[in-house]
């Protein structure tokens, strides 16, 4: 039961321009929305978060945008750097309960 | 401030055997979290515990247990293990279980069942 889905394994930009990553959801109960990077071998690192009262959450290059009513959110880092380059996890959860759905992940490559 | 700590990190065993791994919080955190982490299921949730309890559990069988103890520090053990059992096993520690605290992972240790 996939509650929450990233349906692009990988994306690929030049640096300096707009990386957008979706993510999708189904369980109405989440709303507390997390962006995860993960490099190999390693755990992932927290990026930015987004509770459902919000509809945009910015951090530096990051942010955050949420759409409710599609069960949608999408994260946007601008520019893009080849640093950026990793694997990007959304997820999600009722605001309750550590309970944390994934999504598959999506591969950023930013080329320089 | 000491992010989420786990030993081992690498961990070899065979069929049969039976495994603990170790997680440290950051200190203050109270709630402990255990994902699995494989290349054909993803990073799937184990159980969380908050206050030496187990509050949730994912669906995966009984041979997967934990226990926390009162400084927040977690074990989780799996027995019997199998081939499919071989992952990154993620801990991963927040402030509580409840309102909107992120969790802070852990580096991860790698399971190899042969």
């Known amino acids: 039961d996939q509650q929450v889905k990233q349906n692009s394994p990988s994306l690929s930009v030049q640096e300096g321009r707009i990386s957008i990553l979706n993510c999708d959801y189904t369980?109405?109960?989440?709303?507390?929305f997390l962006w995860y990077k993960k490099y190999p071998a390693e755990g992932p690192t927290f990026l930015i978060s987004i509770s459902s009262i919000k509809d945009k959450n910015e951090d530096g290059r990051f942010t955050v945008f949420l759409n409710k009513s599609a069960k949608h959110l999408s994260l946007h880092i601008v520019p893009s750097q080849p640093g950026d380059s990793a694997v990007y996890f959304c997820?999600?959860?009722?605001?309750?309960?550590?309970?944390?759905?994934f999504g598959a992940g999506t591969r950023l490559t930013v080329k320089p | 401030k000491a992010g989420v700590t786990q030993t081992p990190r690498y961990l070899i065993k065979t069929r049969g055997q039976q495994v603990t791994l170790s997680c440290s919080p950051i200190?203050?955190?109270?709630?402990v979290s255990w994902y699995q982490q494989t290349p054909g299921q993803g990073l799937q949730f184990l159980f969380e515990?908050?206050?030496?309890?187990?509050?949730n559990k994912g669906n995966f069988p009984g041979r997967f247990s934990g226990r926390q103890f009162s400084n927040s520090r977690s074990e989780m053990n799996v027995s019997t293990l199998e081939l499919g059992d071989s992952a990154l096993y993620l801990c991963?520690?927040?402030?509580?279980?409840?309102?909107?605290?992120?969790?802070?992972f852990g580096p991860g240790t790698r399971l190899t069942v042969l």
């Open positions: 515990y908050f206050s030496e309890t187990q509050r």
């Open positions: 200190s203050g955190h109270r709630s």
């Open positions: 991963a520690s927040s402030r509580d279980a409840s309102s909107y605290n992120e969790q802070f």
């Open positions: 997820a999600a959860r009722p605001y309750n309960n550590n309970d944390m759905r």
């Open positions: 369980n109405s109960m989440f709303d507390y």
